[in-house]
């Protein structure tokens, strides 16, 4: 398996036992949701490898998780009736950053948390992107 697939699937299932959360899916660059989707989309961006002895690869690389919620956050406007007084989601964030900060896999080492943005859209879209950043390795005589 090659380092981004695996990447993407221990990502996901990571993230699955989060209730909150309806879609996880790969960011294909076509952001076009149902309403009142609660969306994570994992981007694997650029590799940077580096050749090793014995055809062994080393790269850097960043993966994106942006959620995404369309419509806002359920009854959360001024006098916010939900239980966290409307910080839904802050509280997912910090959940999803609690699931993926540490995790690693066989061709990767630790995700770690290198950055948070908030994502500004005209539309009624809330988005935040976390990064994390990782090395990942490969063995190019392996690779089918």
Wanted: aromatic share 6%; glycine share 4%; charged share 20%.
């Amino acid at each position: 398996m090659t380092p981004r697939k695996e990447l993407y699937i221990v990502i996901k299932n990571a993230l699955t036992p989060i209730n909150a959360i309806e879609l996880i899916d790969l960011h294909r660059n076509k952001l076009k949701l149902p309403e009142l989707f609660t969306a994570v989309f994992i981007k694997i961006n650029q590799i940077e490898w580096q050749n090793m002895t014995n055809q062994n690869q080393e790269g850097k690389c960043s993966v994106a998780l942006t959620l995404i919620c369309q419509e806002g956050w359920a009854n959360q406007f001024n006098n916010t009736t939900d239980a966290n007084d409307g910080l839904s989601e802050i509280e997912l964030l910090d959940t999803i950053i609690a699931k993926i900060n540490g995790l690693h896999g066989n061709s990767f080492t630790d995700l770690q948390l290198a950055s948070e943005a908030d994502n500004e859209d005209e539309t009624n879209t809330t988005s935040y992107t976390l990064t994390f950043e990782c090395l990942v390795y490969r063995n190019l005589k392996s690779i089918n």
